[in-house]
């Protein structure tokens, strides 16, 4: 089946740093999205992709769709202490008439202030 | 403010007990629900597609007889765990894809609902 390899796993930083993050995948996808959740609470919608090779920018963060349509990558700038929380990538097949999602492992984010 | 609410957000029940847990989108119409798994420190896992007024669907390896998926209205959709066991422990969220938006395919995530199986 369909998998999204996500890293890193962790990621511990200082405040004010710059954050990446990818997810990478043997299969292509319609659309990519982002996702922040936190302890106990589900998934919030960051970004969502839907061309390849396509730049989005929500405030600090920007994701891009791989031009090959298997990859993406999450940039966060200048973090801040409420940008804790685990970030995953999905992708989704819309052709599939199911509109699945397929996630990825999960990017846990640690910062110290 | 939030398009999905679940309920309840947490429950703790004897192991062969059936717990039922409500999916409701806020404000809107959704033809179609998911619920999803997570275990601790791992991601989220399809269990399931609802359709409102057919069968739900099933990922390979849930056991249909054991969650159970009811999407009656418009507007809410359940799943029963029955005959609970501790390994059902886990956090169960669900989400929706909103009406009438089909260019965007983007999926509403409720809060999510903890299950504990004593």
């Known amino acids: 089946g369909q998998q999204l390899n996500q890293s890193p796993q962790s990621m511990f930083i200082q405040e004010g740093e710059d954050v990446s993050m990818n997810c990478t995948s043997s299969s292509i996808f319609n659309t990519w999205l982002w996702y922040k959740q936190e302890p106990g609470e589900g998934p919030v919608l960051l970004i969502a992709?839907?061309?390849?090779?396509e730049l989005t920018s929500n405030g600090r963060l920007t994701a891009q769709f791989g031009i090959t349509r298997k990859d993406s990558f999450l940039n966060i700038s200048a973090s801040i202490p409420s940008d804790v929380g685990i970030y995953f990538c999905a992708g989704q097949l819309t052709n599939q008439g199911a509109q699945k999602l397929v996630f990825g492992q999960g990017t846990r984010l640690t910062i110290n202030p | 403010g939030a398009v999905v609410s679940q309920h309840p957000s947490w429950v703790i029940c004897k192991s062969g007990t059936s717990v039922k847990i409500e999916c409701r989108s806020l404000d809107f119409q959704a033809t179609t629900m998911f619920w999803y798994r997570q275990f601790p420190k791992q991601s989220l896992m399809l269990m399931a597609t609802?359709?409102?007024?057919?069968?739900?669907?099933?990922e390979q390896g849930v056991e249909k007889d054991k969650f159970l998926i009811n999407h009656a209205s418009l507007t809410l959709s359940t799943l029963t765990v029955t005959s609970a066991h501790p390994e059902d422990s886990s956090f169960y969220i669900c989400?929706?894809?909103?009406?009438?938006?089909?260019?965007?395919?983007?999926?509403?995530f409720g809060p999510g609902t903890r299950l504990t199986v004593l």
């Open positions: 609802s359709n409102e007024g057919s069968k739900a669907t099933y």
């Open positions: 992709l839907y061309k390849a090779g």
């Open positions: 989400s929706t894809v909103l009406r009438g938006y089909p260019t965007y395919n983007e999926q509403f």
